[in-house]
Structures are given as structure tokens and as C-alpha cells.
């Protein structure tokens, strides 16, 4: 059976668990959430070598081998041997770096407008996540139209907008991961874990109604 894709990218099922996942993705949860949703997140890491060649920047030079050699005072030392190489170490950890960082704004934006109050902010935050991450395309291709083919990235947002309803926070207070979308008409909690405290109160509220106290006997 074929299932209708947003914007034809991705299915309703992945763009819930992206979102989901994405909104709840805090600083150490980046790395994890860039390998978990690899496919999706389409964030492309920028050639910084090009940049660096083209201003006219010369990379690090290092030695491509290190020998150890023992001093008169029989300490070991390691000297330097050539040939000497470009070292685009730093470089490469800006690249990554670019791409992680991308991905945590966004996620911020994901979740103030998930908890936004009203539908202008809500709008505002989804247009700050999206401009984010057009910021990036941009540095390959100047867009002015929508591109022919929508990326994930794009869908999931494009889906947010339009799910804001069912997009809800976890009615536990201590609930780590608390965006979520809303599954059945009454779902105000993220897992049956999260509601299982609220379970047990409101059936204790309600078996204390039904059971009043007696009186002690003594
Ligand atoms: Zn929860």
C-alpha cells in the first residue's frame, strides 16, 4: 500500500519521530540525533577547506611522521620528520562543528514553538527554525523558489505547521523528553511510563471517593 508522503519527502510516521526527536534533542544529544535521523537530517556540511584556499589562507603544515630519539641524558623526545603536510584537522572539527550547531538551533526553535502561547509565535519560531537551516543552503545555492525536490528537513517543519494541535508537551513536569505528537483524541502524556504516577493518583482519588473513610475503631 502506498503512504502518502509530506511534500512527497517522507512519511508522516518518520516526520513525527524526526520532530520528536529533534525538538527533544538537547546540547549533548546532537551527535546521536545527527546518527539516529542521518537519512533525514540534510543539514550538508560545509567545504571550509575551499573557503580557506580561496581567501588565500595557507592550511597547517605538519610533519607526517614523529620518530622518538633518545637524548644524552637517556630521556626520549619525539622529533619531527618530514615530508611536512597540510594538517586540515581544525578545519574539518569547524565542519562538523557547523553542522552540529545548526542542528541545536534549530532544535531550540522547534521547541519554542512547541510551547508556543499563540499561533503568531508559533509561526515565528517555525519561520526562525526554517531560516536556519535556509541560511546553510544558501551557502551552496542561492534559492529564491522553492527547490523541485523538498528536502526533509523542509517537510518536517512544513508538517509542524501544520499539526500544531497534536503537537503537545508532556503533562509530566519531570519528563526529559516531553515533545511529543498527540496519538488518541485524550493522550496528554508523552509515554505510558509518564502517565503511570497520574494513573495512580487519579485512582486513588477516585477509589477515596467511592470508599470514604470510616470511622476508626478504637
Ligand atoms: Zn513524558
Not at 79 to 88: L, T
Not at 183 to 204: V, W
Request: proline share 7%.
Amino acid at each position: 500500500m502506498a503512504t502518502r508522503k509530506i511534500l512527497g519527502v517522507i512519511s508522516k510516521q518518520r516526520t513525527e519521530r524526526l520532530l520528536e526527536d529533534w525538538a527533544n534533542t538537547r546540547e549533548d544529544g546532537v551527535r546521536r540525533l545527527l546518527r539516529i535521523h542521518a537519512e533525514e537530517i540534510d543539514i550538508p556540511k560545509p567545504e571550509f577547506k575551499q573557503t580557506v584556499r580561496s581567501r588565500g589562507f595557507k592550511p597547517t603544515m605538519m610533519p607526517s611522521t614523529w620518530t622518538l630519539v633518545e637524548r644524552p641524558d637517556g630521556t626520549l623526545v619525539e622529533r619531527p620528520e618530514g615530508p611536512y603536510v597540510e594538517d586540515w584537522t581544525l578545519v574539518e572539527c569547524a565542519e562538523v562543528l557547523f553542522v552540529e550547531d545548526t542542528v541545536r538551533r534549530i532544535a531550540e526553535f522547534l521547541r519554542k514553538a512547541w510551547d508556543a502561547p499563540d499561533q503568531r509565535r508559533f509561526d515565528w519560531y517555525l519561520w526562525k527554525a526554517l531560516s536556519i537551516a535556509q541560511t546553510v543552503w544558501q551557502l551552496f545555492e542561492f534559492v529564491d523558489d522553492p527547490p523541485e525536490r523538498a528536502s526533509a528537513v523542509e517537510a518536517a517543519i512544513f508538517y509542524l505547521r501544520h499539526s500544531r494541535r497534536r503537537a503537545l508537551h508532556c503533562a509530566n513536569p519531570n519528563c526529559t523528553t516531553p515533545y511529543f505528537f498527540q496519538q488518541g483524541k485524550r493522550q496528554r502524556f508523552c509515554s505510558t511510563i509518564c502517565a503511570l504516577p497520574t494513573q495512580r493518583e487519579s485512582k486513588r482519588k477516585w477509589w477515596a471517593k467511592k470508599h470514604p473513610p470510616k470511622e476508626k475503631k478504637k
